[in-house]
């Protein structure tokens, strides 16, 4: 059954996506700074990798688009079955902190793969599904799905450069 969305509950839906973003990007950047200072810096980076700077900037302008997509479908429909746009968004949630821990903080690219494939996948779901609620919800997707796929790319370039273990030899 789908429940009329009063302001009230829009506004605890806002402050729910803000909180979690804002808490996986806190735990993400605290993981990427600790591999760039430990490891990242020292080893060879294939033409596709970007240099450090790039990860922690780019991986908050991931989370607000996506939270920015997920707010827009709230506050444009009058009625909303929440766990249809909630899903997705946690699952997206769940898998930038467990990509950003074991590729950065363990050095775990073969992780990173085994991660961001299905990853990948649902970045891609999640275009179909937000459209669903709001147009502009699905196209603010396709920014995350490059990104998602980009980091794919990335992480295979570490990979085939570097095994599945990053290792630093001084």
């Known amino acids: ?61 991931y989370d607000i688009v996506l939270s920015a997509a997920f707010i827009i479908i709230i506050l444009r429909l009058d009625s909303l079955e929440f766990p249809k746009y909630n899903y997705p968004y946690i699952g997206h949630m769940i898998l930038q902190f467990l990509w950003c821990y074991a590729v950065f903080l363990h050095r775990q690219l073969g992780w990173g793969l085994v991660i ?34 980009y980091m794919a790319f990335v992480n295979l370039a570490l990979v085939n450069e570097h095994g599945l273990t990053a290792e630093v030899y001084m």
């Not at 179909?128 to 997707?141: A, C, F, H, I, M």
Request: aromatic share 18%; charged share 15%; proline share 5%.
């Open 116 to 149: 961001i494939v299905p990853y990948t996948i649902l970045a891609f779901r999640t275009i179909l599904v937000y459209k669903t609620g709001d147009p502009t919800s699905g196209k603010l997707n396709y920014a995350t799905f490059a990104f998602i796929l």
């Open 1 to 61: 059954m789908v429940k009329k969305l009063t302001d009230t509950k829009k506004y605890i839906m806002i402050a729910y996506i803000v909180s979690l973003s804002s808490l996986v990007s806190n735990y993400s950047k605290m993981f990427i700074n600790e591999g760039l200072a430990e490891w990242f810096s020292w080893i060879y980076l294939p033409a596709i990798v970007p240099g450090g700077a790039f990860f922690p900037i780019f991986w908050m302008i």
